[in-house]
């Protein structure tokens, strides 16, 4: 969960610097797929955690 925050943190920051700082599309743009990847993590460490629960079928 820690990760997830400090990757929503980082890009709601690089969101602000690029939207104010003129020339720095690219900062606005990881921003944006920053979160995007927050969401990718949390899913792919769930589905392994559910994995790792159950038992297997031998």
Do not use: C, Q
């Not at 599309?25 to 769930?46: F, N, W």
């Amino acid at each position: 969960m820690g990760v997830f925050l400090v990757l929503l943190s980082s890009a709601i920051a690089l969101i602000v610097i690029g939207a104010v700082v003129d020339g720095m599309p690219h900062l606005l743009s990881t921003g944006v797929l920053l979160p995007v990847v927050a969401v990718l993590y949390l899913l792919v460490r769930s589905i392994l955690r559910s994995r790792r629960g159950r038992p297997t079928a031998f």
